[in-house]
């Protein structure tokens, strides 16, 4: 499933509670300050085709959810 099926078959609006929304990608020119610098100059809209209400996603943050999940040590007061 792509960054963009799983978007749209999860969808639910903030603003109207909508199910139905439609996705683009866009590609933002130039380079971000520092500050706003997100790895990667593409973002995925995902629009709510009732409202409007648009959302504005990384692919960054599906490559990531998708790869396997490291252990982790239990922080010292855990012990």
Known sequence: ???EEKLVSTFCCAKCR???AVTRTIRLPGKF???????SEEFVLLT???CGYTEIYSPLAFERSEQPATETKPLPHEV
């Open 1 to 3: 499933m792509t960054f």
């Open 18 to 20: 909508g199910k139905t």
């Open 33 to 39: 300050p520092p500050l706003l610098s997100f790895g």
């Open 48 to 50: 709510c085709t009732l």
